[in-house]
């Protein structure tokens, strides 16, 4: 047991060490284990406490203020991807390996702010699986549903934590291009669920979505295949551009599922 407490206080240890000194006072980051309780506390309220809680009772009303969140959620996401192409005018950005800069330099400060936008998007995310719960949609509380919403909030905080910036910003910038299309596209659902009904909308954001994970495949992998060393961590883009191939498989799996079935395959399932 002392060998294990002493292993998890080196390892802590160690990851504060390597923390960047830039962000150690914004919040949400100044411990390490804070967004890892978040995402705990997410897992344990959406499969397990809350729909226990819910199941002897009606499913919550939510419909003026589920319009209000999906509107905020497209005015943040267009802002925050409005920043992100203001940046990209501004600077000097190599789309073929972007090096990584830890300085106080305007650039990297800019990296750094736009980063920690995007983070906090991501742990807004996370309510969108609440909402579920609260409305008793648990059929949309799958496992690509909830895998992803945790992964990116972990990821999102790791990242502003130690890599803040270089060759991840593009991957930060087209997802929240991506979520303010799909957030407008929740917002119609609700608001005027007749302009949707039967449209193609949601496939088209589906492929939208498998376009960022491509395009993310070959951002990452372009500089392992070429050879170039511009100063980012090598394995990160491996595990990166490895998550997105994952990423891409499962949207295409539910692609394929949702509306590339035959109607009398679809008719057999239901």
Known sequence: MALIIRSIYSGYSYLVDKTDERVVELPLLRSVWTVPLITGAYLYFVLDLGPKLMANRKPFEM????????????AANVWTFAMGVRYLRTYNFSFVCQPLRLDRSDQSMD???????????????????????????????????VYHHTIMALSASLFLRYLSGGHCFMLGMLNTFVHAVMYFYFFLTIYRPEAVRGASWKRYVTL??????????????????????????????WFVGMQNIFMLLMFSDFYRRAYLRTPKAAAHAN
């Open 208 to 237: 939208l979505q498998m376009a960022q994970f491509a395009y993310n495949v070959l951002h990452f992998f372009r500089p392992i295949v070429l050879g170039v060393d511009c100063g980012y961590p090598r394995a990160v883009m």
């Open 111 to 145: 990296e750094m702010h736009l980063a920690y936008a995007y983070f906090l998007l991501k742990i807004l995310d996370l309510a969108d699986t609440v909402f579920f719960v609260l409305r008793k949609k648990q059929s949309h509380v799958t496992f690509l549903h």
């Open 63 to 74: 419909r003026r203020f589920l319009c209000a969140y999906n509107l905020a959620q497209v």
